[in-house]
């Protein structure tokens, strides 16, 4: 995969504006709102209300997302019913209370990303989460890594120049399964946008990054750091033929191997 190196600047509506959170007597107004259109709300709305206040917001956000709006596809329909005949909102809400008590990382994740982006690929992520994912502690450092980066994720997918809307969102798509993986390691996460991204957009060269092989690296921070040291000379050496350089290898490996 290429990272390009060029990102436009647009601007992006996020799908959550508030600077200042909402207090408790707000957001179970907001809860009782909801109970009285929704019944799974009501079914719920006891144990909402003992989560932590910045959960719960988070959870009325969702339940507000996850309104049907305009145009939508059957995949950000919450109204419609899974195979079990489950309610898409009544897994969504489920799963996030679950996640506040066993995963919180993922309620901050998914609070960091209502922020970052709009409204609509923030539905996405409410769909593609709620898949068991949300509940997945296994993930919880992958959360935690993730959550730092979103606006450089969002820097290389909804803002970049040149691309349909529909395919900046699949590529923030992509960066979510890329990354919540239980094959990706994941203190190679923040590096990966901090820092080998950030150095192949400082080089003229046109230079690939294979993602996945560098998100399942077990280099040390130290090694890396030792061979970005040595990266831009070796890099100048290889001139034109930069396009056959394997500069994930270089970096997660020995620097004696060029």
């Known amino acids: 995969m290429k990272l390009s190196a060029s990102c436009f600047v647009q601007g992006i509506i996020p799908a959550v504006t ?35 206040e910045k959960h719960i ?11 049907n709006s305009g145009l939508i596809t059957n995949s950000l329909n919450f109204s419609k019913k899974n195979k079990q005949g489950v309610k898409y909102r009544e897994l969504l809400i489920k799963e996030l209370i679950e996640a506040s008590k066993d995963n919180p990382a993922a309620v901050d994740l998914v609070n960091t990303i209502f922020r970052n982006t709009d409204r ?5 992520v409410l769909a ?33 120049k040149w691309r349909l809307p529909i395919e900046k969102r699949d590529d923030f798509m992509m960066w ?11 203190d190679k996460i923040v590096p990966m946008f901090k820092e080998l ?19 399942r690296s077990d280099a040390s921070k130290e090694k890396m ?13 290889y001139g034109k033929n930069s396009k056959k350089f394997d500069i994930v290898d270089f970096v997660t490996k020995n620097t004696n191997l060029y």
């Open 197 to 215: 991204s950030t150095f192949c957009d400082s080089r003229k060269e046109n230079l690939v990054i294979r993602v996945n092989k560098f998100l």
């Open 18 to 52: 508030r600077t200042n959170p909402r207090s408790k007597e707000e957001l179970f107004n907001n809860i009782d709102k909801f109970s009285k259109k929704w019944s799974v709300v009501k079914k719920y709305s006891p144990e909402i209300k003992l989560l932590p």
């Open 128 to 160: 593609f989460m709620t898949t068991g994912l949300l509940t997945t502690a296994k993930l919880s450092e992958h959360m935690k890594e993730l959550t730092k980066v979103i606006p450089d994720v969002v820097q290389r997918s909804l803002k970049r």
């Open 225 to 237: 750091a030792d061979n970005y040291k040595t990266l831009p000379s070796v890099l100048d050496l």
């Open 57 to 67: 917001e988070t959870i009325v956000d969702a339940i507000e997302i996850s309104k």
């Open 120 to 124: 609509k690929t923030s539905k996405y």
């Open 176 to 186: 979510l399964v890329l990354t919540l993986n239980k094959r990706t390691k994941p």
